[in-house]
């Protein structure tokens, strides 16, 4: 996104399935994310979610991506003449919230996962201050599935300021251990199985393929331009030599490809005229 797209209230809508792994995405076909876009193999620069997603909101991307997670900065040029000598990249290393809610946006962050929480809670509400609204403390009540609170909240906040450019953030969980497989089941991960592990795994990933296209319509409904961004925070691992999750604190966790490979999407939506939103995704 360019700053002339926030000086025109272009909405962003992101969506990061926690934990989940490129090769999970890539087998489970997602047909309706894949129908928007392609998508395309980047990695973290991080194994958990803490380093990797404040450094999103910092507008760091993840490796392979390039120029910035929200705002891709701008390029500056040395000419001689009609030739390009030169060019220079700037990027934007500030608070994404902060940094749209000062140009008019309303902001959100939707998520159960308690670890944005717990630092929040450290630096005294400094991840929280910059969200007009931190939707994260109401969900660490409602058990191991919440992405239906999640999206129902996330078109009643759309809607109420409709009227406003939105800059929305959601962490979903269903892809992180206890995995939640749409029907209803959360399965923690079982260190004897990597197998099974994968497969519960991409089962919440088909999930949440079944469900996305929820976060279309939602903002389908504002009318606005809208870019939306679909990535992961990072990979897991899903037992056998090497470890098992992701947590850095482990002492048998080993550098590992499956703990830093993720999908990333980008896709701006400029015509609503022109997307036909199915259960088979958004087609132009």
């Not at 392979?64 to 700037?90: P, V």
């Not at 991960?189 to 990597?194: A, H």
Request: proline share 6%; net charge negative.
């Amino acid at each position: 996104m360019k700053e002339e797209d926030i000086e025109n209230g272009v909405n962003v809508c992101c969506v990061i399935a926690d934990s989940l792994r490129w090769d999970v995405f890539a087998e489970s076909n997602p047909v309706n994310i894949l129908n928007l876009d392609r998508v395309k193999k980047v990695y973290s620069f991080a194994c958990c979610t803490l380093p990797s997603v404040t450094s999103y909101l910092m507008n760091y991307p993840p490796m392979q991506e390039g120029s910035g997670f929200f705002h891709e900065g701008r390029w500056d040029e040395l000419s001689e003449g009609d030739t390009i000598i030169a060019r220079k990249h700037r990027a934007v290393r500030k608070w994404m919230p902060r940094y749209y809610q000062e140009r008019g946006y309303t902001t959100i962050w939707e998520s159960s996962n308690p670890v944005p929480l717990r630092l929040d809670g450290e630096l005294d509400g400094a991840i929280s201050r910059y969200f007009r609204y931190w939707r994260s403390p109401q969900y660490q009540s409602l058990g191991d599935i919440t992405t239906p609170y999640v999206i129902k909240d996330l078109d009643a906040l759309v809607m109420k300021h409709h009227d406003d450019p939105i800059f929305s953030v959601t962490l979903l969980m269903d892809t992180h251990s206890p995995y939640h497989d749409g029907d209803g089941h959360a399965w923690l991960l079982d260190t004897g199985q990597p197998d099974i592990n994968k497969h519960r795994q991409m089962l919440a990933m088909r999930y949440i393929d079944i469900i996305f296209p929820n976060f279309l319509e939602i903002f389908r409904k504002t009318g606005r331009p809208t870019e939306f961004i679909f990535t992961s925070d990072h990979g897991e691992k899903f037992g056998g030599p090497g470890g098992w999750g992701h947590s850095p604190f482990r002492r048998d966790m080993r550098f590992n490809q499956e703990l830093f490979a993720i999908p990333w999407l980008r896709k701006r939506i400029d015509d609503w005229s022109k997307i036909k939103i199915t259960r088979g995704g958004a087609d132009e």
